[in-house]
């Protein structure tokens, strides 16, 4: 709990610190969908009703998983490149636990954000969606999901110490994806769906919104199998990096 409330702290007063630049990257996650609201009503004639609900879900989702991973990224590479990691690795808690809580605070951060930018989306595009309390549960699967994710990206940066490019990549190549509304399809697609990243929690999520039947059992399922997947595979993979740099004494950035 000490090394908790620590990183919470920490990560205060980075944001009272360097508020300026934190306002500049909210904002600039605000325009983007406004952009694409605005590409919308250029092109085809506007996105509205329904379309409109599932970007909004889809939009929010992933600047909540932007801001987590992109976070969590930046954080260990400067920490790498600062000699603190190595300290923190002789801190008399388990590197698990460490990132864990580095992931939970990242995740409460950019929950606020989340939650602002969902309100200024629905002012600015005069669009409010009534939340169904069902919505609840594939949310809360969404963040084990992002825990996982946390820990596949601090594998990425333990093991190849400069990853920016690729965290870029990442999260506008998601972007596409979680605005997929693969509810809409039938047979294998919807169920490979099942394999992505908070896809089945997504669609769950739309459909919840836009109160069409749906098979509860399906996306219950989907999302739980989603959830310990891609938790397991982070956790997996994280203690094979971090058996790795151990062993080879590789935790500095050069």
């Not at 749906?214 to 058996?243: E, K, P």
């Amino acid at each position: 709990m000490t090394s908790f409330k620590a990183e919470l702290w920490r990560q205060f007063y980075l944001y009272k610190r360097y508020a300026f630049n934190y306002i500049s990257d909210f904002f600039l996650l605000i325009l983007m969908f406004m952009a694409i609201f605005w590409g919308g009503s250029l092109v085809g004639g506007g996105v509205l009703g329904k379309s409109l609900n599932a970007l909004v879900v889809g939009y929010v989702l992933w600047s909540l998983i932007q801001n987590t991973t992109s976070q969590m990224g930046t954080t260990v590479m400067n920490n790498a490149k600062s000699g603190i990691l190595e300290q923190q690795y002789l801190m008399p808690i388990s590197t698990k636990r460490l990132f864990l809580n580095k992931s939970i605070v990242n995740m409460l951060m950019s929950f606020v954000q989340a939650i602002l930018i969902l309100i200024l989306v629905m002012f600015f595009t005069n669009h409010w969606i009534k939340f169904p309390a069902v919505m609840v549960i594939p949310f809360l699967l969404s963040l084990v999901v992002t825990v996982g994710l946390g820990y596949l990206i601090v594998s990425l940066v333990l093991r190849f110490k400069r990853i920016g490019s690729t965290l870029i990549i990442f999260q506008y190549i998601y972007l596409g994806v979680l605005l997929i509304n693969f509810e809409n399809y039938n047979g294998i697609t919807k169920y490979l769906s099942c394999l992505l990243p908070i896809c089945p929690m997504v669609s769950w999520m739309r459909l919840a919104i836009n109160n069409r039947a749906y098979n509860t059992a399906f996306y219950l399922g989907g999302s739980l199998f989603n959830a310990v997947l891609w938790l397991l595979i982070g956790l997996l993979v994280f203690n094979l990096t971090d058996r790795y740099v151990k062993k080879n004494g590789t935790l500095s950035l050069y």
